[in-house]
T-cell receptor
Framework: EDQVTQSPEALRLQEGESSSLNCSYTVSGLRGLFWYRQDPGKGPEFLFT???AGEEKEKERLKATLTKKESFLHITAPKPEDSATYLCAVETAGRRALTFGSGTRLQVQP | DGGITQSPKYLFRKEGQNVTLSCEQN?????MYWYRQDPGQGLRLIYY???????QKGDIAEGYSVSREKKESFPLTVTSAQKNPTAFYLCASSADRNYGYTFGSGTRLTVV
């Protein structure tokens, strides 16, 4: 059974304090790893897709990396507007639908 | 503008009632999905459909039913067999993994 585990469950940062969120996975035949941002009461918003170990993608203050066992979402000099829940998901060869982790709730204080 | 629309935004269900959640997209996406989200948790897959007139069960399909008669529409029925239906329901569609899924704004269902 595919498993996706995110840590920490919650993270509180001061504005400008860089950190990383972790997504570890145990799957058969990874086809892609996805990162989403979700604001309260809204649907998730797509951030990145990573396909193979060693791949990196960046968008503004966010950078996602992928190894054979985990992915990291690095947040550089965060701002209060980066506060949200960040979700990790995987797509595998066995199923053409995403399996999500439970998310990391990020709060950035001014 | 292209997008995915869920309605209603809030829905209240009495015990023993079936209710149907609407999901419509004008993105010309082939694949559509239904997820359930409980407070403080991630998304769990209920049903998904890769093409019209075909759909597959997800991890928590019991007590739910779907249809896919049109490419644009993927309604979800929450039946009386679903014992704990109170949750936030999200519909999504996709065409290309490079751009991920496009999600609707969700329907919050409450049992009263």
């Amino acid at each position: 059974e595919d498993q996706v585990t995110q840590s920490p469950e919650a993270l509180r940062l001061q504005e400008g304090e860089s950190s990383s969120l972790n997504c570890s996975y145990t799957v058969s035949g990874l086809r892609g790893l996805f990162w989403y941002r979700q604001d309260p009461g809204k649907g998730p918003e797509f951030l990145f897709t990573l396909y193979s170990a060693g791949e990196e993608k960046e968008k503004e203050r966010l950078k996602a990396t992928l190894t054979k066992k985990e992915s990291f979402l690095h947040i550089t000099a965060p701002k209060p507007e980066d506060s949200a829940t960040y979700l990790c998901a995987v797509e595998t060869a066995g199923r053409r639908a995403l399996t999500f982790g439970s998310g990391t709730r990020l709060q950035v204080q001014p | 503008d292209g997008g995915i629309t869920q309605s209603p935004k809030y829905l209240f269900r009495k015990e023993g009632q079936n209710v149907t959640l609407s999901c419509e997209q004008n993105l010309n996406h082939d694949a559509m999905y239904w997820y359930r989200q409980d407070p403080g948790q991630g998304l769990r897959l209920i049903y998904y459909s890769q093409i019209v007139n075909d759909f597959q069960k997800g991890d928590i399909a019991e007590g739910y039913s779907v249809s896919r008669e049109k490419k644009e529409s993927f309604p979800l029925t929450v039946t009386s067999a679903q014992k704990n239906p109170t949750a936030f329901y999200l519909c999504a569609s996709s065409a290309d993994r490079n751009y991920g899924y496009t999600f609707g704004s969700g329907t919050r269902l409450t049992v009263v």
